[in-house]
T-cell receptor
C-alpha cells in the first residue's frame, strides 16, 4: 500500500545533540512537507520541498535543516540551535490540488 | 500570508446529536481549496472533507457536510448523528494552489468530545 513512513515513533534528544527524523513516501509525490505540532497551536510549517534538490523555509525554520536528495525521502534534522524541540512532528506529501497525506508522526522529547 | 481561525478550542456533543465546528479564513486569492482534518487520540491525521472554492455546492461525505460561504470566508463543518468515534481534534486547513507549489495553512484546532 502507498503511504508515508515516519521513524522513529519516539525520539529523545540530549542537550547539544542533533537528531534526524526520517520521512519516506512511496506515493510518487513531488511535494513534501514538515510540520510541528504543539498543544493549542495547530500545525506550523517548518520546511517544504516541491522538487528534488530544492526546498523552502516555512514559518518556523530556525533550528531545523532538511535535505531532498531523492524524491521519496525528506529527512528533518533538529539541530542544537533549536532550544525548544519538544513537539510532535508530522511529515506530509501532496500532488497537485489533492489533499495532504500524512505520516504517523514522531514525538521528540528532550532528556 | 493566509490565516485560518478556529474560534472554538473545545466543544462537546451528545451521541446521535448534531454539532457544527466553525472556521474562518483570510485570503486575497480566488483559487483555493479548503479541508477539514480529524486527529483522533492516535494522532494520525485523517481527511474528513475537501471543498474547492470555485464550486458553489457544499461538499458532503456521509455524516459530514460543510457550509461554505465564500464571500464571508467561512467554512464550517457539520457532523450529524455524532458517534463516539468522532471524538478527536478537528483542524480546518486552507490551500492556495500555485504552479510553483502549494502551501497549506492550518487553524489551531477544535477538540470535540462526543458524550455517550
Amino acid at each position: 500500500d502507498g503511504g508515508i513512513t515516519q521513524s522513529p515513533k519516539y525520539l529523545f534528544r540530549k542537550e547539544g545533540q542533533n537528531v534526524t527524523l526520517s520521512c519516506e513516501q512511496n506515493l510518487n509525490h513531488d511535494a513534501m512537507y514538515w510540520y510541528r505540532q504543539d498543544p493549542g497551536q495547530g500545525l506550523r510549517l517548518i520546511y517544504y520541498s516541491q522538487i528534488v534538490n530544492d526546498f523552502q523555509k516555512g514559518d518556523i525554520a530556525e533550528g531545523y535543516s532538511v535535505s531532498r536528495e531523492k524524491k521519496e525521502s525528506f529527512p528533518l534534522t533538529v539541530t542544537s540551535a533549536q532550544k525548544n524541540p519538544t513537539a510532535f512532528y508530522l511529515c506530509a506529501s501532496s500532488e497537485g490540488t489533492e489533499k495532504l497525506f500524512f505520516g504517523s508522526g514522531t514525538q521528540l522529547s528532550v532528556l | 500570508a493566509q490565516t485560518v481561525t478556529q474560534s472554538q478550542p473545545e466543544m462537546s456533543v451528545q451521541e446521535a446529536e448534531t454539532v457544527t465546528l466553525s472556521c474562518t479564513y483570510d485570503t486575497s486569492e480566488n483559487n483555493y481549496y479548503l479541508f477539514w482534518y480529524k486527529q483522533p487520540p492516535s494522532r494520525q491525521m485523517i481527511l474528513v472533507i475537501r471543498q474547492e472554492a470555485y464550486k458553489q455546492q457544499n461538499a458532503t461525505e456521509n455524516r459530514f457536510s460543510v457550509n461554505f460561504q465564500k464571500a464571508a470566508k467561512s467554512f464550517s463543518l457539520k457532523i450529524s448523528d455524532s458517534q463516539l468515534g468522532d471524538t478527536a481534534m478537528y483542524f480546518c486547513a486552507f490551500m492556495s494552489y500555485r504552479g510553483t507549489g502549494n502551501q497549506f495553512y492550518f487553524g489551531t484546532g477544535t477538540s470535540l468530545t462526543v458524550i455517550p
